[in-house]
């Protein structure tokens, strides 16, 4: 089936440092690509998606190109905040078996960014 | 409004009682979700609903019974819960369930603890 692997984490920064979380995935069919962010105590937010090879989603300074040769969609970010500091997901969406759209996360990453 | 909301924010039941989380969106979305999540986990999927009806049960055990009243509300019923189903249930919705990439709203979860 369908899945997602992510950089193991906890991953620990400074306030300003570039930021990746790695994160590849495995499908039959030609999926669409989602970041997603869980700030603690809360639900998920969509952070970016991309939907088709070489797009590029984009959001609050966080990039990931949807790579097809290396099925990947690593998470990027040139300057990281206090305030960026979540556990991160990775996820693809392909229809099911039964014709309705599946969601598949990643394990999740833990980002803390220090000041 | 983009919200997807969820009742009761917390809930603590004994294995005999039974209980109701409930989601509601009004962003005319046709498809709605049950996902459970356990600490420091991903979330994993449990049911899709698609124009009101249930188009995926990912085997969950009839202890949990989703139901659909309308295309705004989805409604989880709960009965004779093991401790090990405490968790944080989420509802999501979507503008279809069929189309890929479309993007999934989330809301803040039920935090369930089965005493």
């Known amino acids: 089936g369908d899945s997602v692997t992510q950089m193991e984490g906890p991953v620990t920064l400074s306030e300003e440092a570039f930021l990746t979380i790695n994160c590849t995935y495995t499908a039959t069919g030609y999926p669409s690509l989602f970041w997603y962010v869980q700030y603690p105590g809360e639900g998920l937010q969509l952070l970016l998606k991309?939907?088709?090879?070489?797009d590029k989603g984009s959001n609050k300074g966080f990039e990931a190109t949807y790579r097809k040769e290396t099925t990947s969609f690593h998470l990027e970010k040139g300057s990281v905040q206090v305030s960026d500091s979540a556990v991160y997901f990775c996820?693809?969406?392909?229809?099911?078996?039964?014709?309705?759209?599946?969601?598949?996360f990643g394990q999740g990453t833990r980002l803390t960014i220090n000041p | 409004d983009t919200e997807v909301t969820q009742t009761p924010k917390h809930l603590v039941m004994g294995m005999t009682n039974k209980k109701s989380l409930k989601c509601e969106q009004h962003?005319?979305?046709?498809?709605m979700y049950w996902y459970k999540q356990k600490a420091k986990k991903p979330p994993e999927l449990m049911f899709v609903y698609s124009y009101e009806k249930l188009s995926i049960n990912e085997s969950v055990p009839s202890r949990f019974s989703p139901e659909c009243p309308n295309s705004s509300l989805l409604n989880l019923h709960l009965h004779a819960l093991q401790p090990e189903d405490s968790a944080l249930y989420l509802c999501a919705s979507s503008q279809e369930s069929f189309g890929v990439g479309t993007e999934a709203f989330f809301g803040q979860g039920t935090r369930l603890t089965v005493v």
């Open positions: 996820a693809l969406s392909d229809l099911g078996i039964q014709g309705a759209q599946k969601l598949v």
């Open positions: 991309a939907t088709k090879a070489d």
């Open positions: 962003m005319g979305h046709r498809a």
